[in-house]
C-alpha cells in the first residue's frame, strides 16, 4: 500500500504564489511517476502535471510557463510551484503516484485565488 498526504494549499490573490507539497510512504519502488490533478466545482478532475522518477515532466497546456513540478526521490515527495495564479486555477488539487500499475491518490488540498 502506498499513502499520499499532501500540503501547502491556501487563499492567495491572483498574480500570487502558492507551493503544493505531497509526501509519499508505504511500499515505494525507485519507479513510478508521481503528479498533481485538480478538481473544480462542476467538472471533471483534471491534469496539472507529472513527474517521473528520471525528472521527465508534462505539464497540461493551462498551467504551462507558470507552475513547475519538481521531485525528491529521497524523500519520495513531490512539490508544484504555482507562480502568476488566476480565479480560474482554484480547485482542489490532487496528488498521484503511478507505481506498479497501480494509481493511488492524496486526500487533496483546496487552493483558492481571488480575483
Known amino acids: 500500500q502506498v499513502q499520499l498526504v499532501e500540503s501547502g494549499g491556501g487563499l492567495v490573490q491572483a498574480g500570487g504564489s502558492l507551493r503544493l507539497s505531497c509526501a509519499a510512504s508505504g511500499s515505494i519502488s525507485s519507479r513510478n511517476v508521481m503528479g498533481w490533478y485538480r478538481q473544480a466545482p462542476g467538472k471533471q478532475r483534471e491534469l496539472v502535471a507529472t513527474?517521473?522518477?528520471?525528472?521527465?515532466?508534462n505539464y497540461a497546456d493551462s498551467v504551462e510557463g507558470r507552475f513547475t513540478i519538481s521531485r525528491d526521490n529521497a524523500k519520495d515527495t513531490v512539490y508544484l510551484q504555482m507562480n502568476s495564479l488566476k480565479p480560474e486555477d482554484t480547485a482542489v488539487y490532487y496528488c498521484?503516484?503511478?507505481?506498479?500499475?497501480?494509481?493511488?491518490w492524496g486526500q487533496g488540498t483546496q487552493v483558492t485565488v481571488s480575483s
Open positions: 513527474i517521473t522518477s528520471g525528472g521527465a515532466t
Open positions: 498521484n503516484i503511478f507505481i506498479r500499475a497501480h494509481y493511488y
